[in-house]
């Protein structure tokens, strides 16, 4: 069942994704060279103490996970694309970093993602990484009143195949508000004209994510941990998007 948030429920997501997007850019800064996982996972876990949210991570337990999940961020680097699990693990040079983040404040929640190569970039992981945000901006460009989730789908599909990468249909963003998930599913290709109609009121992320040479994945022995199954690297970009009349709001925009 989908949703529609009133214009003062969207007002109140904004402070939630304003909180989202202000700690993904203070964790792009602090993704240095021998900075290891646990400390930014910390980094998250203070920041939400000091604002009084919430995570939406912590014991969360979906079918898909071996949960609870028992941290509040998902960091996954090279290969691993999206639930990276936290652990003991020092960034190296070049490596490619996904930071996943979803919050709520006072009841209403916001997910955004960002990939980030660590120190000394190599151009065929800038390039994916540069593909991922293409695609994220052209399925928000298409996320007006009258347009289907289709369209979306179809803008991501279609920056996707520019770049030569496949598209995996296991995993794609989702509706949002009061929880992390809801309806309607957003996948990452699809055709135009099909699927839920977009209207205001509607809140969604869109979350384009692309491994180099495969569209499989594998998971980890941690129950969480997505990465491809051939072991090419990855990138992931994610915002929360509000549908309103005027067009779409992007509610975790870096200020």
């Known amino acids: ?30 993704a240095r060279v021998g900075v290891n996982l646990l400390e930014l996972e910390a980094y998250v876990r203070e920041r939400i103490r000091e604002r009084g949210a919430e995570s939406c991570y912590w014991d969360y337990a979906p079918s898909f996970g071996r949960g609870p999940f028992r941290n509040t961020v998902c960091l996954s680097v090279n290969d691993a694309v999206l639930h990276g699990l936290p652990f003991d693990y020092a960034l ?12 709520g404040v006072d009841g209403w929640v916001a997910d955004s993602a960002t990939t980030v ?25 298409v996320a007006v009143p009258g347009n289907r989730i289709g369209d979306i789908s179809a803008a991501i599909a279609a920056v996707a195949r520019d770049y ?16 992390m998930h809801e309806d309607p599913h957003v996948a990452n290709t699809g055709r135009p004209g099909r699927g839920y109609r977009l209207r205001p009121g509607l809140t969604i992320a ?10 499989r994945i594998v998971t980890d022995p941690d129950g969480w941990t997505i990465r491809s199954a051939d072991g090419s690297r990855t990138a992931h970009s994610e915002h929360t998007v509000a549908i309103t009349p005027e067009g779409p709001e992007v509610l975790t925009a870096a200020a």
Do not use: Q
């Open 117 to 141: 190569v660590v120190g000394t970039a190599a151009p065929e992981d800038v390039r994916l990484v540069r593909a991922t945000e293409e695609a994220l901006a052209a399925a928000i460009a």
């Open 1 to 30: 069942m989908v949703e529609l948030k009133s214009p003062a429920e969207i007002a109140r997501m904004r402070v939630a994704g304003r909180f989202v997007a202000d700690v993904l850019t203070e964790l792009r800064e602090h």
């Open 164 to 179: 030569g990468y496949p598209v995996n249909t296991e995993f794609g963003g989702h509706g949002l508000g009061r929880t």
């Open 92 to 103: 190296c040079d070049g490596d490619v970093l996904t930071m996943d983040l979803a919050a």
């Open 206 to 215: 869109i979350e384009p994510w692309f491994a180099r040479t495969t569209d």
